[in-house]
């Protein structure tokens, strides 16, 4: 089993930052940040992979970062640059083998 928990929403302002964390129960090599919008489908924000490699949606591509501390055994996300359209529940997840595993989710709303 593996448990995620985030933190570091918020509200703020367009043109603003934020940094959300997430705790695990373990580490493992393919971590991400997913988000969704209301009436939208879940998507990839930013990922660690196996290869081991980085990778960012095409629109937070130059605004955020992924990092991670295996020892502190938290991911991060950090946003800058924000605009309403981030506005979402970002989720952290985790694959290990087969299954993966779900964060309950921290609101980011951006507004001014």
């Known amino acids: 089993q593996l448990q995620l928990s985030e933190s570091g929403g918020g509200l703020v302002q367009p043109g603003g930052s934020l940094r959300l964390s997430c705790s695990a129960s373990?580490?493992?090599?393919?971590m991400a940040w997913y988000r969704q919008a209301p009436g939208k489908q879940r998507e990839l924000v930013a990922t660690f992979t196996t290869t081991p490699n980085i990778n960012y949606s095409d629109s937070v591509k130059g605004r955020f970062t992924i990092s991670r501390d295996d020892n502190e055994k938290k991911i991060y996300l950090e946003m800058k640059s924000l605009k309403p359209e981030d506005t979402a529940v970002y989720y952290c997840?985790?694959?290990?083998?087969?299954?993966?595993?779900w964060g309950q989710g921290t609101q980011v709303t951006v507004s001014p």
């Open positions: 997840y985790a694959r290990s083998g087969l299954r993966t595993f």
């Open positions: 373990r580490m493992t090599a393919t």
